[in-house]
């Protein structure tokens, strides 16, 4: 099952993700991210300062919006491809 890196906002993605067997790794730092095979992430500071800087190969969901079962559904697309 596919490791998952879930910011820490967003606690209802983070169970229901568990309830389906995911891996789940609080996101605090970059070094967080670079084992996660997808990251989620809340979307309210992305790219603030107009900076960005990759430190996954996995998928990054922005949750911005979505309910937890639609996280999950991108979640569980985006591991079937990988």
């Given amino acids: ?3 998952i890196g879930i910011e820490g ?3 209802d993605v983070r169970e229901a993700l568990q309830s389906k067997g995911y ?5 605090r730092s970059d070094k967080d991210a670079e084992t996660c ?8 500071d992305k790219d603030v300062m107009g900076m960005t800087n990759a430190v996954t ?3 990054v969901i922005n949750a911005h919006g979505l309910t937890a079962d639609e996280v999950c559904q991108a979640v569980e697309e985006r591991s079937a491809k990988a």
Avoid at 37 to 44: A, K, L, N
Wanted: net charge negative; with cysteine.
């Fill in 1 to 3: 099952m596919a490791k």
């Fill in 9 to 11: 906002t967003l606690s």
């Fill in 23 to 27: 891996e789940t790794v609080d996101l």
């Fill in 37 to 44: 095979d997808c990251c989620v992430i809340s979307g309210q």
């Fill in 57 to 59: 190969q996995g998928s």
